[in-house]
């Protein structure tokens, strides 16, 4: 098993930043991909970016591309999702997940474990 903690969301004025952050642990040596997903009220949870834990492949969704940086911190067990340049549309419940598979990094229902998520609201 695996667990996720997310933390750093919060109320930001469009165009400002925050910084979010997701602790592993347990059995983190299974571990491929970390993912982030959000979810804004009445829809679907959307992909936006993942990192491998080797820190070798690095992916963003289209409308994030630019803004925000993943990265992580093996030593920490740690991913971190910078977003800068935040828009209203950015709003939502943001989640941390993780992947035992190579493969799939893009769609939610490939990965195993899922954090509690953490709210980021952007006021325009």
């Known amino acids: 098993q695996v667990q996720l903690v997310e933390s750093g969301g919060g109320l930001v004025q469009a165009g400002g930043s925050l910084r979010l952050s997701c602790a592993a642990s347990?059995?983190?040596?299974?571990?491929?991909?970390m993912g982030w997903f959000r979810q804004a009220p009445g829809k679907e949870r959307e992909f936006v970016s993942a990192?491998?834990?080797?820190?070798?492949?690095?992916y963003y969704a289209d409308s994030v591309k630019g803004r925000y940086t993943i990265s992580s911190d093996n030593a920490k067990n740690t991913v971190y999702l910078q977003m800068n340049s935040l828009k209203a549309e950015d709003t939502a419940v943001y989640y941390c997940?993780?992947?035992?598979?190579?493969w799939g990094f893009g769609r939610s229902t490939s990965y195993d474990y899922w954090g509690q998520g953490t709210q980021v609201t952007v006021s325009s």
């Open positions: 997940a993780a992947n035992r598979n190579s």
């Open positions: 347990g059995r983190t040596i299974n571990i491929y991909d």
């Open positions: 990192i491998s834990w080797s820190g070798g492949r690095i």
